[in-house]
Structures are given as structure tokens and as C-alpha cells.
Nanobody, 114 residues
Framework: VQLVESGGGLVQPGGSLRLSCVAS????????MNWYRQAPGKERELVAT????????NYADSMKGRFTVSRDNAKNTVYLQMNSLKPEDTAVYYC????????WGQGTQVTVSS
């Protein structure tokens, strides 16, 4: 299993970013996918989940209305569209799949700062 995130960077407060995670090594369309994040000095927290078909999503309360998770099963890719970014969204964002065990990507840094 391999998960490769991209799309992070430096953005001003109120800005937007779109993260991508390309998956390989398993049948992507059969598994729910998750996005997590970890800020410096804090525990890793769940950001969003999308089911295998892409028909159901869930978000942490602080992301509702600002973040949108989606997937393209033909491209083995899950996305996280982040709008109205705040400094407290600064973190490393990770893609995750639970397939017997939990697999993680290397993460992509998102920094929200003026």
C-alpha cells in the first residue's frame, strides 16, 4: 500500500488549497479513505472521511462548511478542498486507509499565515 499526498503549501488566512492523495497497492474503490492532520505539539486528529463510493462524507466539527472531501475512483485519488483557511489549520495533513492495519502517507505541510 502506498499513499502519496501533495498540494500543501503556504497560504494566507482566508485562502484555499486543494490536497490530493494518490493511492496504490490495493483496490482503492473498495475502501473508505480518511484525511488526518497533526499540528506541532498536538495529537493527530481526524479531518474528514469519505466512503468507498464517494456518496457519504463526514467531517470534524471545526472543518464543516469549509472543507470538502471527494474522490475519483478511476484515478485512485482522494482530495481535500480547504476553503476559508485559518492559522489554526496549520498542520501536516495525512491521507489514511484502514485495510487490516492503518496505512499513512508521508504527509503534506499546510501553513496558513500572513
Amino acid at each position: 500500500v502506498q499513499l502519496v499526498e501533495s498540494g500543501g503549501g503556504l497560504v494566507q488566512p482566508g485562502g484555499s488549497l486543494r490536497l490530493s492523495c494518490v493511492a496504490s497497492g490495493f483496490t482503492f474503490s473498495s475502501y473508505a479513505m480518511n484525511w488526518y492532520r497533526q499540528a506541532p505539539g498536538k495529537e493527530r486528529e481526524l479531518v474528514a472521511t469519505i466512503n468507498s463510493a464517494g456518496s457519504s462524507t463526514n467531517y470534524a466539527d471545526s472543518m464543516k462548511g469549509r472543507f470538502t472531501v471527494s474522490r475519483d475512483n478511476a484515478k485512485n485519488t482522494v482530495y481535500l478542498q480547504m476553503n476559508s483557511l485559518k492559522p489554526e489549520d496549520t498542520a501536516v495533513y495525512y491521507c489514511n486507509v484502514r485495510r487490516y492495519v492503518s496505512y499513512w502517507g508521508q504527509g503534506t505541510q499546510v501553513t496558513v499565515s500572513s
